[in-house]
T-cell receptor, first 114, second 112 residues
Framework: RKEVEQDPGPFNVPEGATVAFNCTYS??????FFWYRQDCRKEPKLLMSVYSSGNEDGRFTAQLNRASQYISLLIRDSKLSDSATYLC???????????????FGKGTHLIIQP | DGGITQSPKYLFRKEGQNVTLSCEQN?????MYWYRQDPGQGLRLIYYSQIVNDFQKGDIAEGYSVSREKKESFPLTVTSAQKNPTAFYLC???????????FGEGSRLTVL
């Protein structure tokens, strides 16, 4: 099983719709979780951290399910500008992923259509 | 404004030549990282440094070298030993090793 797994998509969604996607992780000792957004040919930028209690930032909601070992990102009232690749990041003190205990998913490609 | 600066943004190199990518940060971050991204792929860790004068290999360090002589700077050399060097290279930093990552704009290397 891969360390951090995401559905690559692409997810084609009409403008204004609600879209959600998950990221599963295999290391139960994982401690910190983030969602990054990456536009085409650009660097990743932090979208939001994921807290145990869940957190919301405007149209974006991130949730953590430790029992099932996944994090989720929900986007409401999607805009054309939300089109991007969304990367999840999982940080562990004893991860089998990257040497520094920080593992990136390969990303989910989202396309918002007018 | 604080941030991370990578240069050059685009670089073309002939096979067999070494090339050095610059990464400078003024965020006063202790940890710095180099990642490589290939089309349709995730980020793969090349090298990272948690403190000045110390660095560790990542998952794909072969054919690369780094130095960390100053806190602000973490240059990456792509050597001729790297078999497939054409890629998008991203430098990042964080306050602590497991903290939020801040990325530079990336350097796109093409080997001709």
């Amino acid at each position: 099983r891969k360390e951090v797994e995401q559905d690559p998509g692409p997810f084609n969604v009409p403008e204004g719709a609600t879209v959600a996607f998950n990221c599963t992780y295999s290391n139960s000792a994982s401690q910190s979780f983030f969602w990054y957004r990456q536009d085409c040919r650009k660097e990743p930028k932090l979208l939001m951290s994921v807290y145990s209690s869940g957190n919301e930032d405007g149209r974006f909601t991130a949730q953590l399910n430790r029992a099932s070992q996944y994090i989720s990102l929900l986007i409401r009232d999607s805009k054309l500008s939300d089109s991007a690749t969304y990367l999840c990041v999982v940080i562990s003190t004893r991860s089998g992923g990257g040497a520094d205990g920080l593992t990136f998913g390969k990303g989910t490609h989202l396309i918002i259509q007018p | 404004d604080g941030g991370i600066t990578q240069s050059p943004k685009y670089l073309f190199r002939k096979e067999g030549q070494n090339v050095t990518l610059s990464c400078e940060q003024n965020l006063n971050h202790d940890a710095m990282y180099w990642y490589r991204q290939d089309p349709g792929q995730g980020l793969r860790l090349i090298y990272y440094s948690q403190i000045v004068n110390d660095f560790q290999k990542g998952d794909i360090a072969e054919g690369y070298s780094v130095s960390r002589e100053k806190k602000e700077s973490f240059p990456l050399t792509v050597t001729s030993a790297q078999k497939n060097p054409t890629a998008f290279y991203l430098c990042a930093s964080s306050m602590g090793t497991f903290g939020e990552l801040f990325f530079g704009e990336g350097s796109r290397l093409t080997v001709l």
